[in-house]
């Protein structure tokens, strides 16, 4: 009996050494995989992140119009514009194949580029890349465009292919807007209105694109090009818009100088297309992008629409109580990255800025 009792002792004493070392054993295998666990599914989303920004989206941007905006019966409901910017002279498909294919697709009555399609470390490269693309872009509505710091870049160091390359868009049917304002209408019938120049204003060219007699809707487009910086010139420019009767668009390729400069001071400007920030280039979820030139790290204004309100100033954003709403800045994402740098969670952006209401209640 004694000997039974110490036999079962003995095999408990086993079962108790056992049960020790096979709990070790379990707690490591969670631990590893675990770990393979995350490390799978961390290399999932960046893969996903990559893949991602490999797309061409379009985004659509709304704005009201004002009210002097329409004419009468003719005036179409809707004014869209598809904006490009910061192309850097890539090839996104063969010969510009899928920006093409989808602003065909977007049927938009003006096409506007923002500024730095051209990058000015590969300058004679991004010069047939662009023009490649702008002369099919032609065909398919009016298409405007200003400067961005690399065109002024290469305006600076090589002023041989900046000429040569603005020959080349002008002839291709592409009008560069150099501190000028272009006014011109938009009907049902005819989307791409022959351009005659009125006058020559002080602070800058004013072309009148189109008879004014015709039933449609007034668009005053403005482009500001300079190196981030506004003088009088630009100044007195924008205040000329601000007081045109019409839709009144500023292109400006930095959002920056919008802030520094306070362009929707006062009211009379109903939307700043810009660039430059190229989303955020890394763009985190529930956080946006990292990094922005100008901006520097967490740019407050990387992508998107920002309503401007009269308490807005270039820090904040505003549209607190009491407040005035006077326009919108739209900042496109682009289609590039910026010095080498890959674009992650960050898709390729054609934008599309429609302006609503025009023909009235």
């Not at 598809?82 to 294919?101: S, Y």
Request: with cysteine.
């Amino acid at each position: 009996m004694e000997m039974m009792k110490e036999n079962k002792k003995s095999d408990n004493q086993k079962n108790k050494g056992e049960t020790v070392d096979r709990p070790s054993d379990c707690k490591g295998l969670r631990i590893v995989t675990r770990l393979i666990i995350l490390f799978v599914t961390a290399a999932a989303v960046i893969a996903f992140m990559l893949i991602g920004s490999c797309f061409l989206v379009v985004r659509f941007y709304h704005i009201p119009a004002p009210a002097p905006a329409y004419t009468a019966e003719k005036a179409p409901d809707t004014v869209r514009i598809a904006a490009l910017t910061d192309l850097h002279g890539r090839m996104i498909g063969e010969n510009q194949g899928k920006i093409v294919g989808r602003v065909q697709e977007i049927r938009p009555d003006l096409i506007v580029c923002l500024g730095d399609m051209v990058d000015r470390s590969r300058a004679e490269e991004s010069e047939t890349a662009l023009a490649v693309l702008v002369k099919q872009l032609t065909a398919i509505a009016p298409v405007y465009y200003v400067d961005g710091n690399h065109e002024l870049d290469i305006r600076d160091s090589d002023p041989e292919i900046y000429a040569r390359l603005n020959t080349e868009l002008e002839a291709a049917g592409a009008v560069h807007l150099e501190n000028e304002i272009v006014r011109f209408m938009i009907d049902d019938e005819d989307t791409r209105p022959e351009g005659m120049e009125l006058e020559a204003a002080a602070v800058g060219k004013v072309l009148d694109k189109g008879a004014l007699g015709r039933k449609g809707t007034v668009v005053n487009l403005c482009g500001i090009t300079t190196h981030y910086y506004w003088g009088e010139a630009e100044y007195a420019l924008v205040d000329r818009l601000r007081q045109m009767d019409g839709v009144n668009i500023l292109l400006c390729h930095y959002p920056e100088s919008v802030l520094w400069y306070d362009a929707f001071e006062g009211g009379g400007l109903d939307a700043a297309l810009c660039g430059h920030t190229h989303g955020g280039l890394i763009r985190l979820p529930f956080v946006g992008g990292v990094f922005a030139p100008e901006q520097g790290w967490w740019p407050r204004y990387d992508q998107g629409a920002y309503p401007v309100y009269t308490d807005t100033d270039k820090r904040n954003y505003g549209g607190g109580k009491g407040s005035q709403y006077l326009g919108t800045m739209i900042i496109s994402a682009g289609l590039a990255g910026e010095h080498g740098v890959p674009r992650i969670n960050n898709p390729k952006e054609i934008s599309v800025v429609e302006i609503s209401g025009i023909s009235g209640p």
